[in-house]
């Protein structure tokens, strides 16, 4: 599975963006899709993901103003990001693994970067 990510920009705080996940040469309906972010000087970091039957994980700092959903017969996934803040500034990767949602990511996106500003 190739994966390409897009729609990162700058906003202000407050603001909304929302990224999509390309996947090609397969379905990928049946995998864990999930989206990591990595802010400069900071570890990568796995905020939210969708397993193949719809469960959901989001990490603390993103609940209720992040939602990632899935659109299997497009092969995409998105995360619509609300009410942006400046510490939300970061590369936002895409991932998906055939395991589940929990399990390590094997195939990944490149980055899309997002600034907020304040």
């Known amino acids: 599975v190739q994966l390409q990510a897009s729609g990162g920009g700058s906003v202000q705080a407050g603001g909304s963006l929302r990224l999509s996940c390309a996947a090609s040469g397969r379905s990928f309906s049946n995998y864990a899709v999930g989206w990591f972010r990595q802010a400069p000087g900071k570890e990568r970091e796995f905020i939210t993901g969708l397993s193949w039957n719809g469960a959901t994980y989001y990490t603390d700092s993103v609940k209720g103003r992040f939602t990632i959903s899935r659109d299997n017969a497009k092969n995409m996934a998105y995360l619509q990001m609300n009410s942006l803040k400046p510490e939300d500034t970061a590369v936002y990767y895409c991932?998906?693994?055939?395991?589940?949602?929990?399990?390590?990511?094997?195939?990944w996106g490149q980055g899309t970067q997002v600034t907020v500003s304040s």
């Open positions: 991932a998906a693994n055939p395991l589940g949602l929990m399990n390590e990511y094997d195939y």
